[in-house]
């Protein structure tokens, strides 16, 4: 964040309601303005480098690229914009992820209304910006030397489609969200089944649940 300057934030969400909630949130501030605004992964890599913004706010579940994707995309041209991801999903489900891919923070939908300022705030600084529940999970993997789970050995996508079957959802279901092709979800599908070693989908559910990657 540049002295005496608003902080300037550049929003990615492909729901223009939350879009304008998060603009009028940010508007009844002196200190932070949105310049601008994209509704998908490529418009946000985009602005990203036609624009000197300070913070980017990134959905991570986006119809062309999921936001891990444009997350690391984004980090590894224009490292000195804070990216602070906003989700549906809870924080044990993709805060570490996020973080160790470049995140500065992570912020549940649900929370944005009563934390975003100070998110925001606080990501500007160059600082990261972590929940009470991050902090709790990261510390529970300080200084343990454990065998990697199956499900950190899922791509971003694969580990997404593992969270929304789990969740519920079918494999057109999940197209339809991802704005993907229910072949491309099939076969995101049969390779974290194979990576994973379960057979179908009711054993991936049983994984998710136990491993709090899900609520039942």
């Known amino acids: 964040m540049k002295n ?12 223009a309601i939350l879009r304008a909630g998060i603009n009028q949130i940010l508007a009844a501030t002196d200190d932070v303005e949105v310049i601008a605004e994209a509704q998908n992964g490529a418009e946000a890599i985009k602005l990203s480098r036609q624009l000197d913004a300070d913070v980017m706010l990134l959905d991570i579940s986006m119809p062309d690229r999921s936001g891990m994707e ?15 991801m906003l989700s549906t999903y809870m924080e044990d489900q993709y805060a570490v992820r996020a973080l160790k891919s470049g995140a500065s923070g992570y912020l549940c939908k649900q929370k944005a209304s009563s ?8 990501v500007a600084k160059g600082k990261k910006f972590i929940t009470p529940e991050v902090a709790e999970i990261l510390a529970d993997q300080v200084g343990m030397e454990k065998p990697q789970s199956p499900h950190e050995t899922l791509s971003d996508r694969e580990f997404q489609t593992m969270v929304m079957i789990s969740s519920g959802l079918s494999v057109g279901e999940i197209a339809d969200q991802l704005s993907l092709s229910v072949k491309t979800v099939s076969m995101y599908r049969t390779r974290l089944l194979e990576k994973m070693h379960l057979r179908h989908n009711a054993e991936l559910t049983h994984y998710a649940i136990k491993n709090n990657l899900v609520y039942n």
């Open 4 to 15: 005496n300057n608003k902080i300037k934030v550049i929003v990615v969400d492909d729901h």
């Open 115 to 122: 934390d975003l300022l100070n998110a925001i705030r606080t």
């Open 70 to 84: 444009v997350l690391k995309y984004i980090k590894s041209e224009n490292s000195h914009i804070a990216v602070l």
